[in-house]
């Protein structure tokens, strides 16, 4: 991963958006089979060394291990490949999918939402070694509104059974209607961009910069999740962002 700053929240919130795509469409894949998900606790995205993505679905059993019932494979932009339903595999505690799975019931355990229903993705990057990183993010209800804020992001390490720390990534919450208009959040506490502000760059539409203001300096997201600092200025006056306040 990048040493900067900057290039991580892009890589990480890139990482972010392509996760909850390949899950969305998983969702959707299964649905469209009428595989049954009764009893299933979990599901976990994956992208494998090669780029190609699963997505597993399942539960968790009582020796730490998970059972998968179903998995859906997918190439490198995301395209399903092949839908693997009642597949009824068990997998050992050390398997990716049952330490996944612990995971984000953790967090899930020791978390109180305050915006509704939320999802927890489960990442390998950012955390050291036997560890993992879960983000809880509200779950989008409206198809005309995107949400940005209410989000916290999580150091877990499965294998004790510990979540050693939270971190709120906003102050704030807000529901974004889909328009053809830039946001800008004013962010006085924070630095820099964190990675779900390049996750709401990206995953929006129709597709608008965002804009993070902070007190030193601004910066612009555009909708791949580059970020470049501008003027702030300028990003202040501009008669097509909208400005939320304390970020």
């Known amino acids: ?7 991580l929240a892009t890589e990480v919130g890139r990482y972010l958006f392509a996760y909850d795509q390949a899950a969305g469409r998983a969702a959707t894949m299964l649905l469209s089979k009428e595989a049954s998900t009764e009893g299933v606790q979990a599901s976990i995205a994956r992208q494998h060394e090669d780029g190609h993505w699963t997505v597993g679905f399942g539960r968790r059993t009582g020796d730490g291990g998970f059972r ?14 092949e839908v693997r339903a009642g597949v009824s595999e068990r997998l050992p505690p050390e398997s990716y999918y049952a330490r996944a799975a612990r995971a984000q019931r953790l967090v899930q355990e ?13 990442l390998p990057v950012g955390a050291e070694a036997g560890r993992m990183t879960v983000y809880a993010i509200p779950a989008q209800t409206d198809q005309n509104a995107y949400r940005l804020g209410g989000d916290y992001r999580f150091e877990v390490n499965p294998a004790a059974g510990e979540v050693i720390s939270r971190e709120p990534l906003h102050k704030r919450y807000y529901e974004i209607g889909k328009r053809a208009q830039g946001t800008g959040g004013t962010a006085h506490e ?5 990675e779900t502000d390049v996750l709401f760059a990206t995953v929006r539409r129709p597709a608008a910069p965002h804009f993070v203001m902070t007190q030193e300096r601004t910066f612009r997201i555009a909708p791949d999740g580059t970020i470049t600092p501008v003027d702030t200025r300028t990003a202040r006056q501009r008669e097509d962002v909208r400005v939320l306040r304390g970020m």
């Open 1 to 7: 991963m990048p040493q900067d700053p900057l290039q």
């Open 68 to 81: 998968l019932m179903h998995e859906v494979v997918m190439n490198d932009d995301r395209l399903v490949d």
């Open 110 to 122: 020791n978390f109180d939402g305050e915006h509704g229903p939320y999802n927890f993705l489960v």
């Open 190 to 194: 924070a630095t820099r961009p964190v």
